[in-house]
């Protein structure tokens, strides 16, 4: 009987729980050294809103994300330790009146606008995919395996708290577990 009640429990609790579907992915990445001491790293992202967040923007509300790249070696059983650390912002809006979605790059002020949600996520992914890393040679040591780690985030704290609470409780937004990691070529 307790086996019923708990099976029964637990085929409610995953009915009840949304799908966590990867709405943001990094499906593929690499890096090129442009000079010295600055490396450009590429993400090739996949993005995708959910409802909860298109009717967001339709309403006015202005989407952030972050992009966070780091430049780290592994220190054996202590786990990573980063070189070198860059991130990016951007902001989505969309302007009923003109039927435009506005890409905002919020450290360059760089602003771009496209007619559909389509076009601005395609410009999103390319904004957010696209971080230098300034590395110092002193910081490089020969022998040394590096690699890089990345990772895109929905920026919940720059929502409206009733929104904050959709997003992070209800799975609404949810981008890929960890960090993306490849060896530094």
């Not at 002193?138 to 890089?148: M, S, T």
């Amino acid at each position: 009987m307790r086996r019923r009640i708990v099976l029964g429990l637990i085929v409610l609790w995953s009915c009840l729980l949304p799908g966590f579907t990867a709405a943001t992915e990094i499906r593929q990445a690499d890096s090129v050294w442009q000079g010295e001491d600055r490396l450009l790293v590429r993400l090739y992202l996949d993005m995708e809103l959910p409802d909860v967040l298109l009717q967001a923007l339709e309403n006015g509300i202005g989407i952030h994300f972050l992009s966070e790249v780091n430049l780290e070696y592994r220190r054996g059983i202590f786990g990573e330790r980063a070189v070198a650390t860059a991130s990016r912002r951007a902001r989505l809006e969309y302007y009923a009146l003109s039927r435009h979605y506005v890409i905002t790059d919020r450290v360059s002020r760089r602003v771009d606008f496209a007619p559909t949600l389509g076009d601005a996520l395609e410009i999103l992914a390319r904004r957010l995919g696209r971080i230098a890393l300034e590395v110092g040679s002193a910081e490089l040591r020969p022998g040394v395996d590096y690699q890089i780690a990345a990772r895109v985030q929905l920026d919940h704290g720059a929502l409206p708290l009733p929104l904050q609470w959709e997003t992070r409780l209800r799975g609404a937004y949810v981008t890929q577990p960890g960090w993306y990691r490849w060896s530094l070529d």
